[in-house]
Structures are given as structure tokens and as C-alpha cells.
């Protein structure tokens, strides 16, 4: 994998203020409330950095926009000091695993009184991103998917139970992940479900919405956030 950008908050404590029983365990989490105190449910995944300022950041961006977000850490209060840690991190992390973890979040925020939607959207960004379309595949509660520049690790999931439509948010620059990736993923999808995904492209490199990393691209950014909002409005209600 290509060297990423690092972190906002590079090795900062993780950014938790919940926690929920998930996968047969305690897990933690940042719970972000919109300003009318409820609304449409949406997971946020990490990077593979973890559960930095720069997630709890779009949770927070979110909830100002009317969704009730919250972002599971999959690492268990750890956050990656460097790529190499990340990356040791992230494969240490079974995609199973990882998936079981955040069907727990979807229970929890959908047990929720201040959500309002039946089912979830789920944004996530880098590793993340990769996890929105392997959880969208795996449950139907997912109703909208929005992965930022996802990374795939190792095959891709059988999307034949896909109930979400997908908006996806990919870098031009980014060697990371080649645009023939894209191809592959948009016909899986579409041969499998019956669901065209529409996967965007951006003059940018990997990681172009992390603001605090060294490949944030403003307008490729700004311009992302804009599809995405009234995409998950216009799923969740």
C-alpha cells in the first residue's frame, strides 16, 4: 500500500464518550446529537489510524447537519502513531471481526430513542471506507453507503443481500487504489445486487478529506461533502 498521510491528532487518545455491548464485548464509541436532539441514524468509520479528532470532527459535522452520528472504535482506545502502526493495527483487525463490531453499532444506535430512521447510513473513510461497503453487504439495515477513498482488504464481499445504494468518493491520484479497482467494484455491485453504485472521482490523492493530513484537498473535499449530505437525507428521511 502506498505511504497515507497521517493523522490529525497523530497518537492522541481516541475519542470516546459511549459505550455499548458489541460483538460479545464492551465497546466504545463517540455519539455526536444534532441540535433538535434527534434524527436519522448514521455509523462513522475510522481510518486506520483510529477513532482520531478527525472522525469525532465528521460525527460532529453530521449531527450539525441533523443525523445522529456515532463512530465505533474498532481498536479498543488505540490510535496509530505512524503508517507502519497503522497498518499493523488495521491487519490485526479480521475484516470479520471488524464487521461483527459495527453490526453491534447499528444495534445500538438504532436502539436509540433520539434516532428516527429504521434503518442507517454509514460513512467511512480510508480502512473505513472499506468497512461501509463490507457492513452495506453483510446488513440490510444499511440503507445508504458512502465510502471515502475505501481500501479493500482482500476479497470482495458477496453483495447479493445489498440493500443500499452507494455513493462513493475516490481520489484520481491516489495509487492506492487503482481506478480498475473501481471498475471491479462498480460490476460486482451491479451483477450481484442489481445496484449501480455511483463511485465519484476527484482531482485529489488519497485521505483528500482529512483536513489535518498532508494530501487535504478543499474543493475535492467540499465538494464530496455536498453530494453526501442530501444522499443520506434523501435515504434515511
Not at 106 to 124: K, M, P, Q
Not at 140 to 163: M, N, T, W
Request: glycine fraction near 12%; hydrophobic fraction near 40%; charge should be negative.
Amino acid at each position: 500500500m502506498a505511504e497515507l498521510p497521517k493523522p490529525k491528532s497523530t497518537g492522541a487518545p481516541a475519542h470516546q464518550n459511549v459505550t455499548f455491548p458489541s460483538g460479545g464485548t464492551t465497546a466504545h464509541g463517540y455519539l455526536a446529537l444534532p441540535p433538535s436532539g434527534s434524527g436519522p441514524g448514521v455509523i462513522v468509520i475510522q481510518e486506520w489510524w483510529g477513532l482520531t479528532d478527525h472522525i469525532a470532527d465528521v460525527a460532529d459535522r453530521l449531527a450539525a447537519e441533523g443525523f445522529v452520528a456515532l463512530a465505533p472504535d474498532l481498536y479498543g482506545g488505540n490510535v496509530a502513531h505512524d503508517s507502519e502502526e497503522a497498518l499493523r493495527m488495521m491487519r490485526a483487525l479480521p475484516v470479520s471481526r471488524g464487521v461483527e463490531l459495527l453490526s453491534g453499532a447499528v444495534d445500538h444506535l438504532l436502539s436509540l430513542d433520539e434516532v428516527t430512521s429504521d434503518t442507517v447510513g454509514a460513512v467511512g473513510f480510508c480502512m473505513g471506507g472499506g468497512f461501509v461497503v463490507y457492513l452495506a453487504a453483510a446488513d440490510p439495515r444499511v440503507s445508504a453507503a458512502v465510502p471515502f477513498y475505501g481500501v479493500i482488504q482482500g476479497e470482495l464481499p458477496d453483495f447479493s443481500g445489498l440493500k443500499a445504494q452507494i455513493l462513493g468518493h475516490y481520489g484520481e491520484l491516489d495509487q492506492s487504489i487503482p481506478a480498475e479497482s473501481l471498475e471491479a467494484l462498480r460490476e460486482a455491485v451491479r451483477e450481484q445486487s442489481g445496484i449501480t453504485p455511483d463511485l465519484r472521482l476527484y482531482p485529489a490523492n488519497h485521505a483528500f478529506f482529512n483536513d489535518g493530513g498532508q494530501t487535504y484537498d478543499a474543493e475535492s473535499a467540499a465538494r464530496a461533502w455536498e453530494r453526501t449530505v442530501p444522499f443520506l437525507h434523501e435515504r434515511l428521511g
